[in-house]
């Protein structure tokens, strides 16, 4: 994970990582692998660096998909999910700071990485430029549209609704405290195109939200992650928090999810 100097909760050490970045995986991981095999069309012999890698899993496809000539950059804070693989390279590395990989790269990927960076819009733009002729940069971050939308689709009667807006309130407190931008996403293909690219497209993918699904069991991880700072900097209880959990359980409850941009950028050959 990147950001995590900001925010200790959300470490790769933290005893709650490896669910944490499971649940994140079987989200986006359908998206994402459509969106590299099928638009991308990522092949054999690519050189490819997977940016923020945490579990691995995007890695590893990567790994399956470029073949035995191909090579896998996995990048990471703390990269220890990351598992041994022959044609992946785990590095331990912080996009702001280090030494990039040498250049030159096929394909760069980056999920849920640069909506938590300030300098974002520089960053996007220096990947574009690490590609090779012909390749393909992707970046995809969550764009929450609740103001417009609101954060619950299924009916619950008023105190649901309050808490479930107290929590979503404090969860997005504490993410604007640490620097994490839920708007980035949708100014991504401008950015790109004030840089120069203009073969860029954007896909617009949101996950179920029902009770028991992973994007519900993630929120449920997070009640518990994030409780002491809930408890303190909210309204919330924990007669409340423990309310929230029975209903992210519930399979006759649906939340409104954010929405997942991916934005792919392929620079001329």
């Avoid at 790269?105 to 974002?120: G, P, Q, S, T, Y």
């Avoid at 819009?121 to 417009?148: F, N, S």
């Avoid at 980035?184 to 617009?204: E, F, H, Q």
Wanted: proline share 6%; glycine share 8%.
């Amino acid at each position: 994970m990147y950001n995590t100097e900001h925010e200790q909760r959300f470490d790769n050490d933290a005893p709650a990582a490896p669910e944490q970045l499971s649940l994140l995986s079987e989200i986006l991981n359908r998206e994402t692998f459509g969106v590299l095999g099928e638009e991308v069309r990522v092949g054999h012999g690519w050189r490819c660096w997977d940016v923020g890698a945490g579990d691995g899993s995007v890695a590893r496809w990567l790994a399956a998909r470029v073949g035995v000539s191909g090579h896998v950059v996995a990048s990471d804070l703390k990269p220890q999910h990351v598992p041994e693989h022959p044609r992946i390279e785990a590095i331990r590395h912080d996009l702001t700071r280090d030494p990039w990989p040498e250049p030159e790269f096929d394909l760069i990927h980056a999920r849920l990485v640069l909506m938590h960076l300030a300098d974002n819009e520089a960053i996007a733009a220096k990947l574009a430029a690490h590609l090779r002729p012909g390749g393909a940069l992707v970046l995809t971050d969550w764009y929450c549209a609740c103001a417009d939308e609101g954060i619950i689709k299924s009916p619950v009667d008023e105190y649901t609704e309050r808490i479930f807006q107290e929590y979503h309130d404090g969860v997005h407190k504490l993410a604007g405290q640490t620097g994490m931008d839920f708007h980035w996403a949708s100014r991504t293909p401008d950015v790109l195109s004030a840089a120069g690219y203009r073969d860029i497209t954007v896909r617009d993918y949101r996950a179920p939200g029902a009770g028991g699904t992973p994007t519900a069991r993630l929120a449920l991880l997070h009640s518990s992650m994030l409780e002491s700072f809930l408890l303190s900097h909210t309204a919330l209880t924990a007669a409340d928090l423990a309310a929230i959990r029975r209903t992210l359980a519930d399979p006759a409850f649906e939340m409104v999810t954010n929405h997942t941009y991916t934005t792919v950028v392929r620079v001329p050959k």
